[in-house]
């Protein structure tokens, strides 16, 4: 499924990295302890957070996950939105939790690959 599918279906908004919603997302990982990304997540995962700071760009580099979706309502930083226009990462917003989000994920056949 493309990025933006998930972005259409699920309505969520786009903060920065729209040129990247064709890439393919192959499953999907939820943590907020960026170790356990950096340990755990795969290639091709959107990653769901509630981590705002800057590190997530460089994690999300690192794995060469899909995107990131911050959860909760919750908005990157400034530097944040800025570092990820650079690196060319997809950051997408939610109101859901990540309770709600993961659950709307797997409807539309998305699964975690742990």
Not at 60 to 65: A, F, G, T
Not at 91 to 97: G, Q, V
Request: aromatic content about 4%; hydrophobic content about 40%.
């Amino acid at each position: 499924m493309k990025l933006k599918q998930v972005v259409e279906v699920l309505e969520l908004k786009v903060c920065v990295g729209g040129e990247g919603l064709d890439k393919e997302v192959e499953g999907g990982y939820v943590s907020d302890l960026l170790s356990d990304v950096i340990a755990n997540s795969q290639r091709g995962d959107i990653w769901i957070t509630l981590q705002v700071h800057q590190n997530i760009v460089a994690i999300s580099v690192l794995k060469e996950l899909a995107g990131i979706i911050v959860i909760g309502g919750k908005e990157p930083t400034e530097e944040t939105l800025s570092k990820a226009k650079e690196e060319k990462v997809v950051i997408i917003t939610s109101r859901l939790s990540a309770f709600e989000l993961c659950g709307r994920l797997y409807e539309l056949g998305l699964r975690g690959r742990g």
